[in-house]
């Protein structure tokens, strides 16, 4: 499966704000849009003109920054959110806070999406009961997301139960850390997802 393996830091610096796609670095003075708070590659003094295309183009990509989907992936989103009844953008948003892979991070089995979709895809969680190693695979209100059995003794596992009292749980969502699990209390609505996303130039984006 295609995957991007450039350092991930350049797409934070790329797009000029934090994506929190390396965890608990993010938060660190180490946090690479902190000590070189401009894009990379060579600098040019001569000042350009953004172009509405541009702005649409940069917030599509950050959106897809921040979800860790690849493009091709990304289209199969918005063509769903199109056919859902409601606006897109907001379709679209909910869609991506619904994948699995995003839901194992923000319960806070994860410390970032990218290792979220690594444990999801090697097959440590269930969902109602069932093995899903599908990272995309898309939660509805009520699931349970657990921890397998076979994985509860692994160290991460065990770190991230101990500090999940810290990290913030949309509302959305609930924790039970005792027993290594998760429930989708109802889907997210704008008000919920926290990303600083402007759906509406991505749904200008594809209705060129």
Aim: with cysteine; net charge positive.
């Amino acid at each position: 499966m295609a995957r991007y393996h450039d350092a991930v830091c350049k797409l934070c610096r790329r797009e000029g704000v934090k994506l929190f796609l390396k965890g608990d670095r993010c938060f660190t003075p180490k946090c690479a849009v902190e000590r070189r708070p401009y894009p990379p590659g060579p600098q040019s003094t001569r000042r350009r003109k953004v172009s509405e295309y541009s702005l649409q183009l940069r917030e599509k990509q950050k959106a897809r920054h921040i979800y860790g989907v690849l493009e091709r992936q990304f289209r199969r989103h918005f063509a769903e959110a199109e056919r859902r009844q409601g606006q897109t953008g907001e379709n679209l948003l909910r869609i991506l806070e619904c994948r699995l892979d995003n839901v194992v991070y923000r319960l806070g089995f994860a410390d970032s999406r990218a290792q979220a979709r690594q444990l999801v895809s090697h097959g440590h969680f269930d969902v109602n009961g069932r093995k899903t190693d599908i990272p995309s695979a898309q939660v509805k209100a009520g699931d349970l997301i657990t921890v397998r059995e076979g994985s509860r003794a692994m160290d991460h596992f065990k770190t991230a139960m101990e500090q999940i009292a810290r990290k913030t749980v949309p509302a959305w969502l609930s924790v039970d850390a005792a027993n290594f699990a998760g429930r989708v209390v109802a889907l997210p609505e704008r008000a919920d997802i926290d990303s600083a996303l402007q759906e509406q130039l991505i749904v200008e984006f594809y209705s060129r």
